[in-house]
């Protein structure tokens, strides 16, 4: 997938908590060991993406990942107003593994 050129790997943690309710420390360092593994399997990531489990962050996480190598971090549910585009804060539209494809292409529209 990553060679196809088209697609971007990112860490989404190793332990899938809600990071807004752990120390930043514990965040740090699973980010930290998820992107050496991803490394190890993949090569060095000149770009490292963050998205956090649930949507769930804090000022000081979007601090801590952004002052330890993390390029940029989605965070939320919705989508982005480029205008005030923020690299350190980008939003996503969660999909849980249930949903179908006309599910999906109606939750994209609705934003």
Do not use: W
Request: charged share 35%.
């Amino acid at each position: 997938m990553q060679n196809s050129g088209l697609v971007e790997i990112g860490s989404h943690s190793k332990k899938h908590v809600f990071y807004d309710k752990r120390s930043v420390r514990e965040l740090r360092d699973d980010v930290k060991e998820s992107y050496e593994q991803i490394e190890k399997n993949l090569g060095k990531q000149d770009l490292k993406i963050f998205a956090y489990p649930y949507g769930a962050y804090t000022n000081e996480t979007v601090r801590t990942l952004k002052n330890n190598g993390i390029d940029f971090q989605i965070y939320d549910i919705g989508m982005n107003d480029f205008k005030d585009f923020d690299k350190n804060a980008i939003k996503r539209i969660n999909i849980p593994c249930e949903m179908t494809g006309k599910e999906i292409i109606e939750e994209i529209e609705a934003y």
